[in-house]
């Protein structure tokens, strides 16, 4: 779990890219939560969520912001507003095919 966190914090810290990657996903039945290395969009409904998160369910697709909170938990906010409390460990890092 410590060598997903690093490799999550050394993505954050290298916003270089031309476009946004995803980094980490979890799913959980048809529900699939991922978190970017780009800032959340979100800004109007949420200050203290720094990183842009998605989740989407059935074809329907949700924007929202993330942040860690103590207790090894992932904390997103969407703009259906509705909020996920995550373990960390539920995440995987995204791989392109």
Avoid: Q
Avoid at 30 to 42: A, G, Q, S
Avoid at 68 to 94: H, Q
């Amino acid at each position: 779990m410590t060598g997903l966190l690093i490799a999550v914090a050394m993505l954050f810290s290298v916003s270089l890219f031309a476009h946004a990657e995803p980094v980490v996903a979890a799913v959980a039945g048809n529900v699939r939560i991922t978190l970017y290395d780009e800032p959340c969009v979100l800004t109007d409904a949420v200050v203290n969520l720094p990183n842009r998160a998605t989740w989407d369910e059935d074809g329907k697709h949700y924007e929202g912001c993330f942040g860690f909170a103590p207790g090894d938990v992932v904390m997103a906010y969407f703009d259906d507003k509705t909020v996920a409390v995550v373990p960390k460990s539920a995440f995987r890092v995204v791989t392109s095919a």
